[in-house]
């Protein structure tokens, strides 16, 4: 696949990702279009063409001002995870082995005694 062709289809990827994450904010906080673009300063007409997908290229400026009027990162919205929860998801599966394994030890102890 040449370079244009890829960079295009990471562009189309991000964009899906960045319309998708939108939607589910506004979703999860019941606001409508209208109510983003007010918040986020943008044109209700712009904002509308985003999440229908109309805008290719989103600039950063209105993801920035999408971002800030939800209150999360460009980051979040372009569906990268915040690395302080990848730890804690992490530190929650190593918990959860752990205490597996004592339990199985605490087991083997009962049964030698």
Same mark, same amino acid.
């Given at each position: 696949?040449?370079?244009?062709?890829?960079?295009?289809?990471?562009?189309?990827?991000?964009?899906?990702?960045?319309?998708?994450?939108?939607?589910?904010?506004? &979703?999860?906080?019941?606001?409508?279009?209208?109510? =983003? &673009?007010?918040?986020?300063? =943008?044109?209700?007409?712009?904002?509308?063409?985003?999440?229908?997908?109309?805008?290719? +290229?989103?600039?950063?400026?209105?993801?920035?001002?999408?971002?800030?009027?939800?209150?999360?990162?460009?980051?979040?919205?372009?569906? +990268?995870?915040?690395?302080?929860? &990848?730890? =804690?998801?992490?530190?929650?599966?190593? &918990?959860?082995?752990?205490?597996?394994?004592?339990?199985?030890?605490?087991?083997?102890?009962?049964?030698?005694?």
């Amino acid at each position: 696949m040449n370079e244009t062709v890829h960079s295009k289809l990471e562009n189309e990827i991000l964009t899906g990702v960045i319309i998708d994450n939108i939607c589910r904010e506004l &979703a999860r906080r019941d606001w409508t279009l209208k109510t =983003l &673009a007010d918040r986020a300063d =943008l044109p209700y007409e712009s904002v509308k063409k985003l999440v229908n997908g109309k805008i290719a +290229r989103p600039s950063f400026i209105s993801i920035w001002q999408i971002a800030n009027a939800f209150g999360c990162s460009m980051d979040s919205l372009a569906g +990268r995870s915040d690395p302080s929860r &990848a730890i =804690l998801r992490q530190i929650a599966e190593n &918990a959860s082995e752990v205490i597996r394994i004592v339990s199985h030890i605490s087991m083997l102890s009962d049964h030698m005694n």
